[in-house]
């Protein structure tokens, strides 16, 4: 609940009634939900009961609530269109994550985007990608081309995956997979399947921002745990299970975003047990696991795909329009999953499944990555030494990746660094996109893949400049202000 505050313009009561409509448009109350009842609400919220009383009189005037004899007070309202922008907790868009995509994605090429997450179209493998094209175009049968594909996806790929995923140590069946276009949709069918609105969602902080966009849509109450070079701070992750008890926790395994971070075997053992004990549902995205130049213990590996769920795509490593990612769990929830995948968008795409299954079957997927690695590691350097020149320094080496998670200099917000750089064309990331708890303003995401040109680090120096002579001024008025005398 919001906390109200004397020095606010609305009153004590117009704040109470902001609090119900908040948590309505938020999809936390639905309609027919009985809200808090008025000494409840008062006590939480540090308030007399009359003026809890007049709110919700308010509120049922207004055909907001409905009061029901002997029972309480139930949400009346149907509830408006869903705008995920409304519900943004965020002040700043800079750290907000649907603005920071909108920025990434914006056509043109007179944008520099090192804050993106994907690699440049030039580190793809084109004459493979087209040589694939030229082969599933010839040789696919009439689904492939022009029908439906099955329920669960295209049984060649399915097989293909499941051998990717015995290398790391996952052991599954075909039938436990199941074809998605996109990692994203996997965990928007996963959100479905699993949460109900007002559920609990636990996520790294920081983590991928659009995991808190997404969750966001799902009307989940998200909290974040802290994120070390490790894995989770396990002592916050019990603690949080312990206090929210969580349906979900959503993480990375694999070079954790943004922090390229790596999972130890003794924190996931650990976190498993941790997990196990709460009846908590582990969703492993696996999506950056091909970057690694060592493979890391994997959740699914340890627990068997019982209370793990793997997720991943191919839109990072290969293409953004091959759209191609999948599920791997459980039979039963597969056949689930499967079902609620047909009414909510058919089956995945046949075509872009056989063009995907043919360059993991003849090699050039893997050779790809195999360059993509080797050309990463070198690129990680290069970027890391020339940040370093402005006083940008990674709090940690990742093991593999296109991710630097970087320190600004001392006194600089990422916010404001972001700000002053788009008015020159250059899209980053800040800290604060990535976190839950809002604690890394000092912090910023950098794709090294997009941090080659130039103008990138000359347009950083200006804009660090800049916020730090901003903070500088600011600081000479508060300094001003608590000298003058009777203040």
């Not at 990608?129 to 790929?157: C, H, I, N, S």
Request: aromatic share 6%; glycine share 6%; with cysteine.
């Amino acid at each position: 609940m919001v906390n109200l505050t004397e020095q606010s313009d609305a009153s004590l009561v117009e704040q109470v009634m902001r609090a119900i409509q908040t948590k309505i448009d938020r999809r936390q109350y639905t309609p027919g939900t009985r809200i808090p009842s008025v000494r409840a609400m008062a006590e939480s919220m540090s308030v007399s009961k009359s003026t809890v009383v007049e709110a919700y009189s308010r509120l049922t005037a207004g055909g907001i609530v409905q009061a029901r004899l002997g029972s309480g007070f139930y949400v009346a309202a149907p509830l408006a269109p869903l705008d995920l922008a409304e519900l943004s907790p965020e002040t700043d868009p800079t750290i907000d994550p649907l603005w920071i995509m909108r920025q990434a994605l914006r056509p043109g090429d007179e944008h520099m985007r090192p804050g993106c997450g994907w690699l440049p179209e030039s580190w793809m493998p084109h004459e493979a990608m087209r040589k694939a094209l030229r082969a599933t175009a010839r040789d696919g049968d009439g689904m492939t081309l022009f029908e439906y594909g099955p329920a669960q996806g295209l049984e060649t790929l399915r097989g293909l995956i499941t051998r990717r995923l015995h290398d790391q140590g996952v052991e599954a069946a075909p039938e436990q997979v199941m074809l998605t276009d996109s990692c994203t949709q996997a965990i928007d069918l996963l959100c479905r399947f699993l949460l109900e609105p007002g559920d609990t969602v636990v996520v790294d902080d920081p983590c991928y921002f659009n995991f808190k966009a997404l969750l966001r849509a799902h009307r989940a109450n998200v909290v974040g745990v802290p994120y070390t070079p490790t894995g989770p701070d396990l002592t916050a992750f019990a603690a949080v299970l312990e206090a929210h008890r969580p349906r979900i926790y959503l993480t990375n395994s694999g070079l954790q975003n943004p922090t390229g971070a790596t999972l130890t075997a003794a924190v996931a053992h650990r976190l498993l047990k941790i997990s196990a004990s709460h009846d908590v549902v582990i969703v492993e995205d696996d999506i950056f696991g091909d970057f690694e130049e060592q493979p890391a213990p994997r959740l699914a590996a340890f627990d068997g795909l019982d209370r793990v769920i793997r997720v991943g795509s191919f839109s990072k490593t290969l293409s953004a329009s091959v759209r191609c990612g999948y599920i791997a769990s459980r039979p039963d929830w597969i056949r689930a999953l499967s079902d609620l995948r047909m009414v909510t968008g058919m089956a995945s795409s046949p075509f872009n499944a056989e063009l995907l299954a043919s360059m993991l079957m003849d090699g050039s997927y893997r050779r790809h990555m195999e360059r993509v690695r080797t050309r990463l590691a070198r690129q990680r350097q290069i970027v890391a030494t020339k940040l370093a020149d402005l006083g940008i320094e990674p709090v940690l080496e990742p093991a593999g990746g296109m991710f630097l998670w970087c320190r600004l200099p001392r006194g600089c917000d990422a916010a404001q660094v972001a700000r002053h750089a788009l008015t020159e064309n250059v899209v980053l990331a800040p800290g604060n996109a990535f976190s839950a708890g809002a604690d890394a303003t000092g912090l910023m995401r950098f794709n090294v893949t997009h941090t080659d040109d130039k103008r990138v680090y000359d347009v950083l120096k200006r804009a660090i400049a800049a916020t730090a002579k901003t903070s500088s001024s600011a600081r000479r008025k508060l300094t001003d202000v608590s000298r003058t005398p009777g203040s």
